[in-house]
């Protein structure tokens, strides 16, 4: 029997999060500073956690937060396990850009900023926004992007389609539920957000796991080749916080207590997906 993959994933946003969400936030500098801890303080903790359990995670950075932050990249790359992942330059939300050529020229910028200092190429997107354009998919094959990260339609692996057209780029499922920013986000600028007992995120998040983990040994023991993945989403300055990285490392020991297991970047699960399903694009 193989493993299930289990991909932690990180979003290191800093201050793009709130720029994105109002151009006036530049000029102010306390909401900006939630950005700076998650820089600071939350992925420091963060690569301290991955590190004790040598688990390899994939972090998606947009090109904006690798230029203003230039210790950020090299301070994920150290550890030589991890993957990072295109997440726009500007973090504008596709259906936010006047166009679709401003749109690709932004994920352009991005790419020129990030590819030279991780000296490899970007293989996986994740929209700022957990959407698409209607040019987005267009893109990302012009940029050959093998994977992408952000549809809610599956608990599997799949191929991406969308608008009724079908590609060759692999889908890494996500949701909400799985998503610490819907749970823990908030600011004075955000209304209508509340903060979540530690102990409720972490019972919600373990139970999801074992429902799918269920589930994948179930179909690998009836002879199924499961595509099932269990994706969690998170942002340092949201994780990032002393109490819940307590429920980060809880929820990746009981991971890591369940023996068909095995964490993975984003880049591993889709390679491995691809060679069972003889796919060569």
């Not at 910028?109 to 354009?133: D, Q, T």
């Not at 040019?135 to 093998?146: A, K, Q, R, Y």
């Not at 191929?159 to 499922?173: C, H, Q, T």
Request: aromatic fraction near 10%; glycine fraction near 8%; charged fraction near 25%.
């Amino acid at each position: 029997m193989k493993n299930m993959p289990v991909l932690l994933t990180f979003d290191v946003d800093g201050e793009m999060i709130w720029r994105c969400r109002d151009p006036e936030n530049a000029d102010r500098p306390v909401t900006l500073s939630l950005g700076h801890y998650g820089l600071n303080c939350g992925l420091p903790r963060i690569l301290k956690v991955l590190k004790k359990y040598d688990a390899p995670a994939t972090f998606f950075v947009p090109g904006m937060t690798a230029e203003m932050f230039p210790h950020v990249l090299p301070g994920i790359m150290e550890a030589g396990i991890h993957e990072i992942g295109h997440h726009s330059y500007s973090h504008t939300y596709p259906d936010k850009f006047p166009s679709g050529e401003a749109e690709a020229e932004d994920y352009a910028k991005a790419s020129r900023i990030i590819e030279p200092v991780i000296g490899k190429k970007l293989k996986g997107y994740r929209s700022p926004a957990w959407e698409f354009s209607r040019s987005t998919l267009d893109i990302l094959e012009d940029m050959g992007m093998e994977y992408s990260s952000n549809m809610m339609g599956s608990d599997r692996l799949e191929l991406l389609e969308i608008f009724g057209r079908k590609s060759d780029i692999v889908e890494i499922p996500i949701h909400w539920i799985l998503d610490d920013a819907a749970f823990w986000l908030y600011s004075v600028r955000i209304a209508g957000k509340c903060m979540q007992p530690l102990s409720a995120v972490e019972d919600c998040w373990i139970k999801e796991f074992d429902g799918l983990y269920e589930e994948f040994l179930e179909e690998e023991e009836n002879g199924v080749d499961s595509d099932i993945v269990f994706v969690l989403t998170c942002h340092p300055q949201v994780i990032g916080r002393p109490s819940r990285m307590t429920v980060l490392e809880n929820v990746i020991r009981h991971i890591n207590s369940c023996p068909h297991v095995e964490f993975v970047t984003a880049g591993q699960a889709v390679a491995d997906y691809k060679r069972r399903h003889g796919i060569t694009k």
